[in-house]
C-alpha cells in the first residue's frame, strides 16, 4: 500500500513564506510526476505546481516567481517553497504522485490527506 503523506501547512500572514513537504512510502518501484494542488472553499481543485523524474516544473500562473516545487529522488520526496503568500493562496494543498508499485504493475495516481494552508491579510 502506497501512501503520500503532507506536512508543513499553517497559518502566515500576507507576504510570509511556508514550506510544504510529502513524504511517499510503502511499495514503490517507480515514481513518475509528483506535484502539488489545491483547494479553495467553494471551488474545484487546482494545479499547483508539478515536477517530472528528470526535474522539469509546471507552475500555475498565479505562483510563478513566488513558489518553488524540488523532489528528492532518493527520498521519495516532493517540496513546495511558498513565498509572497497572498490570501488567495488558501485552501487545502493536497501532494500528489504518480507511483508503480511494482516493475509490473501500472502506475496508480495517489493523493496525500491534504494539509490546510491559511494566509490572512
Known amino acids: 500500500q502506497v501512501q503520500l503523506v503532507e506536512s508543513g501547512g499553517g497559518l502566515v500572514q500576507a507576504g510570509g513564506s511556508l514550506r510544504l513537504s510529502c513524504a511517499a512510502s510503502?511499495?514503490?518501484?517507480?515514481?513518475?510526476?509528483m506535484g502539488w494542488y489545491r483547494q479553495a472553499p467553494g471551488k474545484q481543485r487546482e494545479l499547483v505546481a508539478t515536477?517530472?523524474?528528470?526535474?522539469?516544473?509546471n507552475y500555475a500562473d498565479s505562483v510563478k516567481g513566488r513558489f518553488t516545487i524540488s523532489r528528492d529522488n532518493a527520498k521519495n520526496t516532493v517540496s513546495l517553497q511558498m513565498n509572497s503568500l497572498k490570501p488567495e493562496d488558501t485552501g487545502v494543498y493536497y501532494c500528489?504522485?504518480?507511483?508503480?508499485?511494482?516493475?509490473?504493475?501500472?502506475?496508480?495516481?495517489?493523493w496525500g490527506q491534504g494539509t490546510q494552508v491559511t494566509v490572512s491579510s
Open positions: 500528489n504522485a504518480r507511483i508503480q508499485g511494482t516493475w509490473w504493475s501500472s502506475e496508480s495516481n495517489i
Open positions: 515536477i517530472t523524474t528528470g526535474g522539469n516544473t
Open positions: 510503502g511499495s514503490i518501484f517507480n515514481i513518475n510526476a
